[in-house]
């Protein structure tokens, strides 16, 4: 931290200062709470909440193709770039 001496500032220019320091420390902050590294796959529950469809759609989707699962012993993947196409074609529709 640094060390601020203060001599004869105004009222406005000390406000302005503080305004920058706070910025500068909230900008610092969004960055370190943004996450390190994403997903490689999802889950069905995430799929289903990040494209708001339902568990029904998901199989629709799986039958037609639109969107392809990758079955890991019991449990049902979908990839992140898959996920992301998906998303994207709904968004221009």
Known sequence: MSTITMLHV??????KEFGSMLKTELQKLQVEKQPQT???VYTRQEVKELLNVSYGTLCNWNKNEVLKQVKIGS???YSKADVLATFDNIQKK
């Open 10 to 15: 105004l009222r406005e220019e000390l406000i």
């Open 38 to 40: 994403e997903k490689a």
């Open 75 to 77: 449990r049902v993947y």
